[in-house]
C-alpha cells in the first residue's frame, strides 16, 4: 500500500474560494522572500516612515503630523518601493504585528526593529502577497514562533531567522495573478469610496461653517443658554448599554473595541438619552464632541461630561455648530496643556461662556432640515464603504490557506 501522507507535508489544502482546482504548494519565506538590510548610507533618503493600517507604510510626518525619528536616519534600513516591512508592533486590530509593502514612495526609511524583504517574483507574485499579509492567515505561522511570555514593550519578540522560516500555502503564478487581480478591484472600489465620503465631509465641514456661524439676524448666545449639564448616573449593574463617545461618533463598546473596555463595575456611570450632547473635557478640542441621535439609552464613563439642549432651542443644530471646525479653535483656546501631546483639560467655566451666533428657531428648524439631509447622504455612503470592506475581509479570509 502506497503512503500518501509525505503529499500533506508538501501541499496545502484549498481555499473556500478559488479559481480552479491547482493544488496549493508550501514554501518557507526565506523560498520567496529575502531579507532588505541595506542600510541609507549619507541619508540618501530623509523620509521615515511607519506604517498606517488603511495606507500602509506612509511618511511620519503626514502620519503623526511629526516625525518620531532621529535626525540622523544613516543607520537606518532604506526600502525601496515594492519592498515589504514587518512591523513587530502589536495592537487590537494587529496582534501579530502587520506586513505592509511600500507603495506610495520611490524610497524611505524605517528603524531596524522592521523586518524588511523583497520578494523572488518567480515564485511569488507581489501584489498577491501584498493581499495575503492583509489577511489573518500568516498569523499563526508567527504566533507559533512567537511563543508564550513573548510579548515585551509592546514589541514581539520575533528571532528573524525564525519569521523566515514560517511556512506559507501558495498557488500557482496564474492563480496568483487572478486572485490579486480581483482584490486589486474591489480595493480600487473601497479607494474611490473613501475618496467619495472624504470630498461629502469636506464639503459639508464648507457649508456648516458658513451656514452656521452666519451673523446676519442672529443672537450671540452664551453656551449656558441653550445647554443644561445632567449628571445622571446608573444605580445598578449594567443598567444601560456601554457606549464609547469618539471623534468619529457614539459607538457600543463591544462594537468599537471588539470587547468591552470599561470596568467590570458599571454603577456609577453617567446616563446618555437620546438627543444628548457628550464632550470629552481631556479631548473636546480634537473634536471629541458628540450628537446621540442613534441610542435610547447608554452609560460613559464618568470622565465625559453630559448636556442637553434646552426645549426652546433645535437640539440637531446645537449639535452641528457645536461639532463644527471652527468651535474647535474655540475650545483649544479655553484648554490646558494635560498630561501628554493631545490631552488638553476643558475650562469648563469658560466652555460656559463661549458664545455662538444661534438665529430664532424656525430658521434653526429650516438649517437643520437641510443639513440632516446631507449628513444622511453620508451616512449612506459611509454604509456602502462598509460594505465593501466587509466583501474584502470575507473574500480575503476565504482565498487563502
Same mark, same amino acid.
Given at each position: 500500500?502506497?503512503?500518501?501522507?509525505?503529499?500533506?507535508?508538501?501541499?496545502?489544502?484549498?481555499?473556500?474560494?478559488?479559481f480552479?482546482?491547482?493544488?496549493?504548494?508550501?514554501?518557507?519565506?526565506?523560498?520567496?522572500?529575502?531579507?532588505?538590510?541595506?542600510?541609507?548610507?549619507?541619508?540618501?533618503?530623509?523620509?521615515?516612515?511607519?506604517?498606517?493600517?488603511?495606507?500602509?507604510?506612509?511618511?511620519?510626518?503626514?502620519?503623526?503630523?511629526?516625525?518620531?525619528?532621529?535626525?540622523?536616519?544613516?543607520?537606518?534600513?532604506?526600502?525601496?518601493?515594492g519592498?515589504?516591512?514587518?512591523?513587530?508592533s502589536?495592537?487590537?486590530?494587529?496582534?501579530?504585528?502587520? #506586513?505592509?509593502?511600500?507603495?506610495?514612495?520611490?524610497?524611505?526609511c524605517?528603524?531596524?526593529?522592521?523586518?524588511?524583504?523583497?520578494?523572488?517574483?518567480?515564485?511569488?507574485?507581489?501584489?498577491?502577497?501584498?493581499? +495575503?499579509?492583509?489577511?489573518?492567515?500568516?498569523?499563526?505561522?508567527?504566533?507559533?514562533?512567537?511563543?508564550?511570555?513573548?510579548?515585551?514593550?509592546?514589541?514581539?519578540?520575533?528571532?528573524?531567522?525564525?519569521f523566515?522560516?514560517?511556512?506559507?500555502?501558495?498557488?500557482?503564478?496564474?492563480?496568483?495573478?487572478?486572485?490579486?487581480?480581483?482584490?486589486?478591484?474591489?480595493?480600487?472600489?473601497?479607494?474611490?469610496q473613501?475618496?467619495?465620503?472624504?470630498?461629502?465631509?469636506?464639503? #459639508?465641514?464648507? #457649508?456648516?461653517?458658513?451656514i452656521?456661524? %452666519?451673523?446676519?439676524?442672529?443672537?450671540?448666545k452664551?453656551?449656558?443658554?441653550?445647554?443644561?449639564? #445632567?449628571?445622571?448616573?446608573?444605580?445598578?449593574?449594567?443598567?444601560?448599554?456601554?457606549?464609547?463617545?469618539?471623534?468619529?461618533?457614539?459607538?457600543?463598546?463591544?462594537?468599537?473595541?471588539?470587547?468591552?473596555?470599561?470596568?467590570?463595575?458599571?454603577?456609577?456611570?453617567?446616563?446618555?438619552?437620546?438627543?444628548?450632547?457628550?464632550?470629552?473635557?481631556?479631548?473636546?478640542?480634537?473634536?471629541?464632541?458628540?450628537?446621540?441621535?442613534?441610542?435610547?439609552?447608554?452609560?460613559?464613563?464618568?470622565?465625559?461630561?453630559? +448636556?442637553?439642549?434646552?426645549?426652546?432651542?433645535?437640539?440637531?443644530?446645537?449639535?452641528?455648530?457645536?461639532?463644527?471646525?471652527?468651535?474647535l479653535?474655540?475650545?483649544?483656546?479655553?484648554?490646558?496643556?494635560?498630561?501628554?501631546?493631545?490631552?488638553?483639560?476643558?475650562?469648563?467655566?469658560?466652555?460656559?461662556?463661549?458664545?455662538?451666533?444661534?438665529?430664532?428657531?424656525?430658521?434653526?428648524?429650516?438649517?437643520?432640515?437641510?443639513?440632516?439631509?446631507?449628513?444622511?447622504?453620508?451616512?449612506?455612503?459611509?454604509?456602502?464603504?462598509?460594505?465593501?470592506?466587509?466583501? %474584502?475581509?470575507?473574500?480575503?479570509?476565504?482565498?487563502?490557506?
Amino acid at each position: 500500500m502506497v503512503n500518501y501522507d509525505f503529499l500533506s507535508v508538501y501541499f496545502y489544502s484549498v481555499p473556500n474560494l478559488r479559481f480552479n482546482n491547482d493544488p496549493y504548494k508550501k514554501y518557507n519565506l526565506y523560498e520567496f522572500a529575502t531579507r532588505v538590510t541595506r542600510k541609507n548610507k549619507d541619508n540618501v533618503s530623509n523620509l521615515p516612515l511607519t506604517i498606517s493600517a488603511q495606507y500602509g507604510l506612509v511618511d511620519q510626518v503626514s502620519f503623526f503630523n511629526k516625525t518620531v525619528a532621529s535626525k540622523d536616519m544613516s543607520g537606518y534600513y532604506l526600502l525601496k518601493n515594492g519592498e515589504f516591512a514587518y512591523n513587530k508592533s502589536y495592537s487590537n486590530d494587529y496582534p501579530w504585528g502587520a #506586513i505592509k509593502r511600500l507603495d506610495l514612495y520611490d524610497m524611505g526609511c524605517l528603524s531596524t526593529l522592521y523586518i524588511c524583504f523583497k520578494t523572488n517574483d518567480n515564485i511569488v507574485n507581489s501584489n498577491y502577497l501584498a493581499h +495575503y499579509f492583509e489577511s489573518s492567515k500568516w498569523h499563526k505561522q508567527v504566533a507559533d514562533i512567537a511563543g508564550e511570555g513573548a510579548r515585551n514593550h509592546g514589541l514581539l519578540n520575533i528571532a528573524v531567522n525564525d519569521f523566515f522560516n514560517t511556512k506559507h500555502a501558495v498557488p500557482t503564478i496564474e492563480n496568483q495573478i487572478k486572485i490579486a487581480g480581483f482584490l486589486d478591484l474591489i480595493e480600487k472600489h473601497i479607494q474611490t469610496q473613501i475618496k467619495i465620503i472624504e470630498l461629502k465631509q469636506s464639503l #459639508i465641514k464648507d #457649508i456648516e461653517d458658513r451656514i452656521l456661524w %452666519k451673523t446676519t439676524n442672529t443672537q450671540t448666545k452664551p453656551i449656558r443658554e441653550f445647554l443644561t449639564e #445632567i449628571n445622571n448616573k446608573s444605580i445598578i449593574q449594567n443598567q444601560y448599554p456601554l457606549l464609547s463617545s469618539t471623534k468619529k461618533g457614539l459607538f457600543l463598546q463591544t462594537d468599537y473595541f471588539n470587547k468591552e473596555a470599561a470596568s467590570s463595575n458599571n454603577i456609577g456611570y453617567k446616563i446618555v438619552h437620546k438627543g444628548d450632547i457628550i464632550i470629552s473635557p481631556q479631548n473636546l478640542w480634537m473634536g471629541n464632541i458628540t450628537y446621540n441621535d442613534k441610542f435610547d439609552n447608554g452609560l460613559v464613563s464618568p470622565s465625559y461630561r453630559i +448636556y442637553k439642549v434646552k426645549e426652546e432651542y433645535n437640539a440637531f443644530y446645537i449639535s452641528r455648530i457645536l461639532m463644527s471646525y471652527r468651535a474647535l479653535s474655540l475650545y483649544k483656546n479655553i484648554s490646558e496643556q494635560g498630561a501628554s501631546i493631545v490631552r488638553r483639560n476643558l475650562n469648563v467655566d469658560a466652555f460656559n461662556e463661549l458664545c455662538f451666533p444661534i438665529p430664532n428657531i424656525k430658521k434653526q428648524d429650516e438649517v437643520s432640515l437641510f443639513l440632516s439631509k446631507l449628513h444622511q447622504e453620508l451616512k449612506c455612503e459611509t454604509w456602502i464603504l462598509m460594505q465593501l470592506k466587509s466583501q %474584502k475581509n470575507y473574500l480575503l479570509n476565504n482565498m487563502f490557506i
